[in-house]
């Protein structure tokens, strides 16, 4: 759980850089040296960080199901804020190098790279492509594998076969709403290499980019509602704790109820009292038996 919400705030981070490129399409927000590096650091890393959290799921369980112990399930519960810091480290690393390639421009309007355009085509591969999506593929299948497999044969048992569950879901959702996506950056890299285009391919391949990239990234942006959405239908336990019209009917009936068998008692007592007034004020009252 606290993995999805982590999660969700990657959610927000794009959704924050969603209305940066909104500002900058209405000329609204300036692009110094500091604001283009902070944005290119967020713009890899975040990317790069979703696909950490997933493959942490996936060998968090894989591990966890391998050795079938609770043990290591309290010690990753208890160390959960260093795993995060150390995630978040290592995002930097990894996007501190290009981040620091990036310069404002003096106009303030965009950002410029300040490598050669060998280097900016390597980064391109490298932090756009391959580490956001396709090394995490390759690094996703033996987990998911071993999972799959264990779970057919139903040698898991729970909690640990709905987190296996919910975690193989929600991985399958990540890669697969993003598949469109990535497969366009990568038909897009491989054709600028190996393709020699005219003039007007060159235009009509730029009018294709520009319909279908913002298309796939609103479909990549679907993953974060199916993790909400998978959370609450597979986590049977968690159900359990969320509030349900059902049980505040059946509150309410149960308490028409009560009120009904209360009414039906202080009826025969006021019927009762009218027999016993009834039987005292009668001449019968004043008969004297001699046995």
């Known amino acids: 759980i606290l993995t999805v919400l982590f999660i969700f705030f990657t959610y927000l981070?794009?959704?924050?850089?969603?209305?940066?490129?909104?500002?900058?399409?209405?000329?609204?927000?300036?692009?110094?040296?500091?604001?283009?590096?902070?944005?290119m650091y967020t713009l890899h890393g975040n990317k790069i960080l979703q696909a950490m959290l997933v493959l942490f799921l996936l060998y968090y369980n894989w591990i966890a199901g391998y050795f079938k112990t609770y043990r290591f399930e309290v010690i990753t519960t208890k160390f959960y804020p260093l795993v995060i810091l150390g995630l978040l480290l290592l995002e930097l690393i990894i996007t501190?190098?290009?981040?620091?390639?990036?310069?404002?421009?003096?106009?303030?309007?965009y950002c410029d790279y300040t490598s050669s355009n060998e280097v900016n085509h390597l980064d391109q591969w490298f932090y756009?492509?391959?580490l956001p999506y396709w090394f995490p593929v390759v690094f996703a299948v033996p987990p998911s594998i071993y999972m799959v497999l264990k779970y057919?044969?139903?040698?898991?048992?729970e909690p640990r076969k709905t987190q296996v569950r919910l975690t193989l879901a929600i991985a399958a959702a990540f890669f697969l709403t993003y598949l469109l996506y990535y497969l366009l950056l990568l038909s897009r890299e491989l054709e600028?290499?190996?393709?020699?285009r005219t003039e007007w391919q060159h235009l009509l391949?730029?009018?294709?980019?520009?319909?279908?990239?913002?298309?796939?990234?609103?479909?990549?942006?679907a993953w974060h509602i199916c993790v909400p959405a998978l959370t609450?239908?597979?986590?049977?336990?968690?159900?359990?704790h969320l509030p349900r019209k059902g049980e505040k009917k059946k509150e309410i009936k149960l308490d028409d109820q009560v009120n009904?068998?209360?009414?039906?008692?202080?009826?025969k007592d006021a019927e009762v009292d009218l027999e016993n007034q009834q039987y005292n004020s009668s001449p019968a009252t004043t008969v004297v038996c001699i046995g």
């Open 232 to 240: 609450l239908v597979l986590d049977k336990e968690l159900n359990k």
């Open 96 to 109: 501190i190098h290009p981040a620091m390639r990036v310069k404002g421009h003096e106009s303030g309007k």
């Open 260 to 267: 009904q068998v209360n009414g039906r008692v202080e009826e």
């Open 192 to 196: 600028a290499l190996t393709v020699s």
């Open 152 to 157: 057919k044969e139903a040698d898991f048992i």
């Open 128 to 130: 756009t492509i391959l």
């Open 13 to 39: 981070v794009d959704m924050g850089l969603e209305i940066e490129e909104l500002l900058t399409l209405f000329g609204i927000h300036v692009h110094s040296t500091s604001n283009c590096r902070l944005l």
């Open 205 to 221: 391949g730029q009018s294709v980019w520009y319909i279908t990239q913002p298309m796939f990234a609103l479909i990549g942006h």
